[in-house]
């Protein structure tokens, strides 16, 4: 019997099949519809999240034992089942009016996150209610994964602040597209820059370089995430190159960089309060490798916590860690003879890897994936 139930279709059929039904949380169900079974029904051990239930139901459950946590009045869903997507975070936007990006979800979620202190919320429930946020995203984004062959899962890594003009975000993208059609998940952080170049590659998919280069010279318009028509332009790329062929893929941003906003080009996208947990298990599920783009200091602190986490083993799994851009990585901030040297000796010495051209890197972690 499943831990959690997620939808009043789950509730009926356990319904129908156990009494008493015990050990379940349920998560975020409107069960007013369904009061009969609460009364009917002995419920033992159970925890119902955010649940939809009249003051009676709701008693009734507390004085048998169980859990209640009731809805808060919050810009989010705090007990939210499921990952986002653009159109729950950018409702209402228009990207022919960028200015309407200000009444979206997105926005007015990060405007109460700013106004609560950040990463210091002002009280105890303001706190709570992030954490159960971050906690049912989390849960929602392994129950998504679940559906994946760990091994095929990949993250490409890279700065916010690269523009979408710049070569290596054109090779991030074609990386990420050839992988996408090789059966890969494509994972980033979700946000702007080198994030955006990967769930972009994953977009475009089965269409052809033509199209590709097409779809940049629109973004390029607006280069930078901070330019007024940044958001506008990935949307007008969207609706001139829809997707034939759905190839998912899961942006993991956090409200903790809330000006930086989320690329819509993510079909799944996991978004966080707190940017440690967000970092911490972004890095923990990508088992089938990681590849570093340029960025600055964000991106070298990923890389070693990749490293570490491949030196210890933490996760009981080592994959490839793979540098694009051989200048950047061996010159300008010198970190890929740093890693080698911190590899000798350990298994995933073996796994670095370091190139220029987009097919070398796309062949290290197919040679690591077998596919």
């Not at 062929?245 to 960089?257: H, L, M, Q």
């Not at 970190?335 to 796309?362: F, H, N, R, T």
């Amino acid at each position: 019997m499943n831990i959690e139930v997620e939808n009043a279709g789950q509730f009926v059929t356990i319904a129908k099949e156990h009494n008493p039904i015990k050990g379940l949380a349920f998560q975020a169900i409107d069960l007013r519809d369904y009061e009969d079974i609460i009364f009917n029904k002995e419920f033992k051990n159970c925890v119902f999240l955010g649940c939809d239930l009249s003051t009676k139901a709701q008693n009734k459950l507390i004085q048998s034992g169980n859990m209640f946590f009731p809805k808060m009045d919050l810009p989010f869903q705090v007990y939210r089942n499921k990952l986002y997507n653009h159109s729950d975070l950018y409702n209402g936007f228009s990207f022919t009016k960028p200015e309407s990006y200000a009444s979206t979800n997105d926005f007015l979620i990060y405007k109460y996150y700013e106004s609560k202190g950040k990463g210091e919320p002002e009280n105890i429930q303001d706190s709570l209610a992030q954490r159960l946020h971050d906690h049912a995203i989390t849960d929602a984004l392994y129950d998504y994964l679940s559906l994946w062959d760990s091994r095929r899962i990949v993250a490409i890594m890279g700065g916010h602040s690269l523009p979408r003009d710049a070569e290596d975000y054109r090779k991030i993208v074609l990386i990420s597209k050839a992988l996408a059609e090789k059966g890969h998940l494509m994972i980033s952080g979700g946000g702007p820059g080198g994030m955006e170049a990967t769930h972009l590659g994953a977009w475009m998919a089965y269409k052809d370089e033509k199209a590709v280069d097409e779809a940049i010279e629109i973004l390029s318009k607006a280069p930078l995430y901070n330019d007024k028509l940044w958001l506008s332009a990935a949307f007008e790329v969207m609706q001139a190159y829809p997707m034939q062929t759905i190839v998912e893929s899961v942006g993991i941003p956090t409200w903790f960089y809330g000006h930086e906003p989320p690329t819509p080009f993510a079909t799944h996208i996991a978004k966080y309060f707190a940017n440690s947990v967000r970092e911490e298990g972004l890095l923990a599920i990508a088992k089938g490798g990681v590849i570093f783009a340029p960025g600055s200091a964000g991106t070298v602190q990923e890389i070693f916590q990749e490293a570490a986490q491949n030196h210890y083993e933490t996760f009981g799994n080592v994959s490839p860690m793979v540098f694009l851009n051989k200048k950047y990585w061996e010159e300008e901030k010198p970190v890929y003879p740093l890693v080698k040297k911190l590899a000798d000796g350990y298994k995933y010495s073996e796994l670095l890897g370091i190139a220029d051209k987009p097919s070398e890197i796309v062949k290290t972690i197919c040679n690591f994936t077998g596919k």
